[in-house]
């Protein structure tokens, strides 16, 4: 039995999947980690780790038989997680903050242009007109 990947590499989110080739005859997987916890126990050959802090993670994978006893175990797998540095994120969050605002002014830039066009006629006096506006925003109003 052994990992499709031995080498994970780095994650910069803090997760990573493991998979394992099947063994035949196993009824269960047991995922382990380097201070020997058990990081997952399940029939599936996949294993996703989340919410990892900063650090180098090892894992070995064991095979259960139906009489509880380990018939094989893996060699191990390595990941690294290095979350992404203050600077970077701040930057993408200020880019995010920035759509943000964009969107909304654009919307309520396009609203205010709206009512003045609505009030506009009103003001003058020209209720026709005012007709005219209202059946072109709502086609299916008679004059």
Do not use: C
Not at 8 to 19: D, H, I, K, M, V
Not at 21 to 26: E, N, P, Q, R, T
Request: charged share 20%; hydrophobic share 40%; proline share 2%.
């Amino acid at each position: 039995m052994s990992f499709v990947e031995t080498e994970l590499g780095e994650s910069r989110e803090g997760y990573f999947t493991l998979e394992w080739s099947a063994v035949d005859g196993a009824v269960l997987y047991r995922v382990r980690d380097d201070a020997n916890e058990i990081a997952y126990e399940g029939v599936a050959t996949k294993s996703f780790q989340s919410g990892l802090s900063d650090g180098s993670y090892r894992y070995r994978v064991e095979a259960i038989g139906e009489d509880g006893q380990t018939i094989a175990t893996s060699g191990e797998a390595i990941a690294t997680v290095k979350h992404w540095g203050l600077a970077p994120s701040l930057t993408l969050f200020a880019i995010g903050a920035v759509v943000v605002a964009g969107i909304v002014f654009v919307i309520l830039r396009g609203r205010t242009i709206e009512l003045q066009q609505l009030q506009l006629p009103q003001a003058a006096g020209h209720s026709g007109d005012v007709s005219k506006l209202e059946s072109a925003v709502d086609p299916g109003r008679n004059e």
